[in-house]
């Protein structure tokens, strides 16, 4: 569906925050990362992020899947519930979600106002709010939100890392870290251990801990350490190693459900009996309703009259996968399913902090062709010809076109011409400025 203008209200809003720092769209070395800022802001708002019980997500791929997923089978549960998400496809509001449903606009620009109106107090009195950024904002505006609509749940899903990340102000009850790569190095260390140790930093005394590592993974050792020193549970998933990425979600979700009805969580079902909550919520229209855009998500394309031949469309499969065990994981789930065939013609943005080298090595084992491209939306992209120069000297077919909606034009033809698919990967904000093209919006 398209999406519509934002309200006056909102856009107003929108206007003033953007005058705060950004550091989505700024070279990750430059990061100022620290919750003081937060925690005034928190407590000049009547600390709204105390007012719900909260599940906090960390991990280097699947949180948002993972909250999405937590989020629905709450909402079955019968509670109400929020969903506070990073970053949007298409439109700001996607980060908060309430009652399963995005939240609206104006809601959005009163509690942005509000926030603000805590921001410029803070920057009155020169204390530690007038440092917020862009970032702060919004997740305290998410947290008003909550408040106002009276939510019991709000599953919170980090931004980055998890320690100084500006969700942490909240208590969750369940910490979750779903794995660990390696992916912004320059803030969070530069091995899966030390980004273990900055992810885990959501765990605090009484919560309990929810992981896919096993506690003989490196990583995973940090994990279990932190636990032990803070006398925390921790629960962890037992799949097989070739489990589909849907399929490692779900049993970690499970595992937490399963964790919530031990510990008294229960539900009153239509036939009026009470039951534990537990992995039973997980039912098949819960799963599908937890689908987010841009992961693993399936268009097909109608092909131009002058590129038929024998088909009136072109699959396109989209996913936001940007570090490498992620984009493997995705391309071998799609190659093993059978809703594709033939060739993979891939559209690549990538941003400059992303391990270009690791990205392309997977992508070189899988897709016949590529199309690089940059995706403005981040700020801090690596150049199309730089990624081709990159691919070129790995032996990879490719080409760069540095306009998304030009490159997804020559991938579409290169890929009707082999009758195979295509993958647009490497930035969510690549997907976003594809998706529409693709819906034929």
């Given at each position: 569906m398209p999406q519509s203008d934002p309200s006056p209200a909102l856009s107003q809003a929108l206007s003033r925050l953007d005058q705060l720092t950004n550091w989505e769209r700024k070279p990750r070395g430059e990061m100022r990362v620290g919750l003081e800022p937060m925690l005034d802001l928190m407590q000049r708002l009547g600390n709204p992020h105390r007012s719900f019980r909260a599940i906090h997500v960390a991990g280097t791929k699947g949180k948002g899947s993972v909250s999405a997923l937590l989020e629905a089978g709450l909402l079955r549960a019968g509670w109400r519930v929020g969903r506070y998400a990073s970053p949007h496809v298409d439109r700001v509001n996607e980060r908060i979600s309430v009652l399963g449903q995005e939240v609206g606009d104006d809601v959005l620009a009163s509690a942005i106002m509000r926030v603000l109106d805590g921001y410029e107090s803070a920057k009155q009195a020169a204390t530690a709010g007038e440092d917020a950024t862009w970032f702060d904002v919004i997740t305290a505006a998410a947290?008003?939100?909550?408040?106002?609509?009276?939510?019991?749940?709000?599953?919170?899903?980090?931004?980055?890392?998890?320690?100084?990340?500006?969700?942490?102000?909240?208590?969750?009850?369940?910490?979750?870290?779903?794995?660990?790569?390696?992916?912004?190095?320059?803030?969070?260390g530069i091995t899966r251990e030390a980004i273990a140790g900055e992810k885990v930093g959501i765990l605090k005394p009484g919560a309990t801990l929810a992981t896919t590592l096993a506690i003989d993974d490196a990583a995973g050792k940090?994990?279990?350490?932190?636990?032990?020193?803070?006398?925390?549970?921790?629960?962890?998933?037992?799949?097989?190693?070739?489990?589909?990425?849907?399929?490692?979600?779900?049993?970690?979700?499970?595992?937490?459900?399963?964790?919530?009805?031990?510990?008294?969580?229960?539900?009153?079902?239509?036939?009026?009996?009470?039951?534990?909550?537990?992995?039973?919520?997980?039912?098949?229209?819960?799963?599908?309703?937890?689908?987010?855009?841009?992961?693993?998500?399936?268009?097909?394309?109608?092909?131009?009259?002058?590129?038929?031949?024998?088909?009136?469309?072109?699959?396109?499969?989209?996913?936001?996968?940007?570090?490498?065990?992620?984009?493997?994981?995705?391309?071998?789930?799609?190659?093993?399913?059978?809703?594709?065939?033939?060739?993979c013609v891939a559209v690549v943005a990538l941003a400059s902090d992303k391990d270009a080298r690791g990205f392309l090595n997977v992508l070189s084992r899988y897709v016949a062709h590529a199309v690089f491209t940059e995706a403005s939306g981040s700020g801090r992209a690596h150049a199309a010809t730089e990624l081709e120069a990159l691919?070129?000297?790995?032996?990879?077919?490719?080409?760069?076109?540095?306009?998304?909606?030009?490159?997804?034009?020559?991938?579409?033809?290169?890929?009707?011409?082999?009758?195979?698919?295509?993958?647009?990967?490497?930035?969510?904000?690549?997907?976003?400025?594809?998706?529409?093209?693709?819906?034929?919006?």
């Open positions: 947290f008003v939100v909550f408040r106002d609509a009276g939510l019991n749940w709000v599953v919170v899903e980090v931004g980055l890392g998890g320690r100084l990340d500006s969700t942490n102000v909240v208590f969750g009850e369940v910490a979750i870290v779903t794995n660990i790569g390696l992916e912004h190095t320059e803030i969070l940090v994990l279990q350490q932190r636990a032990d020193e803070l006398g925390c549970q921790v629960l962890r998933t037992d799949l097989p190693e070739d489990a589909t990425i849907a399929e490692t979600n779900i049993s970690l979700v499970g595992l937490v459900f399963d964790h919530l009805g031990r510990q008294g969580e229960s539900v009153q079902t239509a036939s009026e009996k009470v039951q534990p909550v537990g992995a039973w919520l997980l039912e098949p229209a819960v799963i599908d309703k937890a689908r987010l855009p841009g992961r693993m998500e399936r268009f097909d394309l109608a092909l131009p009259s002058t590129l038929r031949s024998g088909r009136q469309s072109l699959p396109v499969i989209m996913d936001g996968a940007h570090v490498p065990f992620n984009i493997e994981a995705v391309l071998r789930d799609i190659t093993r399913s059978s809703s594709v065939s033939g060739d691919a070129i000297s790995m032996g990879m077919a490719c080409e760069a076109e540095p306009n998304p909606q030009k490159a997804l034009h020559h991938a579409v033809a290169k890929a009707a011409e082999r009758g195979g698919w295509i993958l647009v990967t490497g930035s969510l904000y690549l997907v976003g400025a594809l998706r529409g093209t693709v819906q034929g919006v």
